[in-house]
């Protein structure tokens, strides 16, 4: 594909209510990872997945947040009671893979799902 | 823990003038460091990475262990380099730690 795409671009929501955020990876990528970028706050790490090893979950704020990766390739972030505090933009990022000094792991990033929680 | 600080939130610089945008980490294994850059509406993309030792768009970054910064530098700054820069550490088998961030304002 041409790159990382995520879906919907844009989110509002009101507190309480469960929300799917979706990211399509770079085809042939093994790296997935998510961020929360928020002013103030920069970039959050949230979640990395790396081939079929168990995820990364340590930068998740709460266990309202969880993320699947299907098939090695579409991951669904998925935030469960919004609060207004999770308003921010979501980023989505893929690299080829993952590894110190690898030339591969340029991370590519997502044009990411703005959240707004009312 | 690891750790990435850029002391500036913002940095105002006129055109034609020289700009650096500090970052300093704090990791005690062999780092790897980026700087990633997001122009206004699009996407956060890289810019640079230490091991490449390049100078992409006019902009260099040293790795200095010793005083555990990388700060990136340009000699003539311009109006199409306002964006946000964030510097970035990679440990191990793990996902880049971001610092919050400097937006770079180039004034014409």
């Known amino acids: 594909g041409a790159g990382v795409s995520q879906s919907p671009s844009n989110k509002v929501t009101e507190k309480g209510k469960d929300v799917e955020l979706r990211c399509d990876p770079i085809?042939?990528?093994?790296?997935l990872y998510w961020y929360r970028q928020s002013l103030g706050q920069g970039l959050e790490f949230l979640i990395y997945?790396?081939?079929?090893?168990?995820?990364?979950k340590s930068g998740l704020p709460s266990d309202r947040f969880s993320a699947e990766r299907t098939g090695g390739s579409v991951s669904t972030l998925t935030i469960q009671r919004t609060q207004q505090e999770d308003s921010a933009v979501y980023l989505c990022?893929?690299?080829?893979?993952?590894?110190?000094?690898?030339?591969?792991?340029?991370?590519?990033f997502g044009p990411g799902t703005r959240l707004t929680v009312l | 823990a690891q750790r990435v600080t850029q002391p500036e939130k913002l940095l105002s610089v006129f055109k034609g003038a020289p700009v650096e945008l500090k970052c300093n980490y704090s990791?005690?294994?062999?780092?790897?460091l980026f700087w990633y850059v997001q122009y206004s509406r699009q996407r956060l993309q890289l810019l640079l990475r230490?091991?490449s030792r390049e100078s992409i768009k006019g902009f260099t970054a040293d790795l200095n262990k010793g005083e555990t910064s990388f700060h990136l530098k340009k000699p003539f700054a311009q109006e199409e380099d306002s964006a946000m820069y964030y510097c970035?550490?990679?440990?191990?088998?793990?996902?880049?730690?971001f610092g919050k961030g400097t937006r770079l304002s180039v004034i014409a």
């Open positions: 990022a893929s690299s080829l893979t993952s590894g110190h000094g690898s030339s591969y792991n340029e991370q590519f």
């Open positions: 085809s042939g990528h093994t790296a």
């Open positions: 997945f790396q081939g079929n090893s168990a995820p990364d």
């Open positions: 990791y005690s294994g062999s780092p790897e």
């Open positions: 230490h091991i």
């Open positions: 970035a550490l990679e440990r191990g088998n793990t996902p880049l730690v």
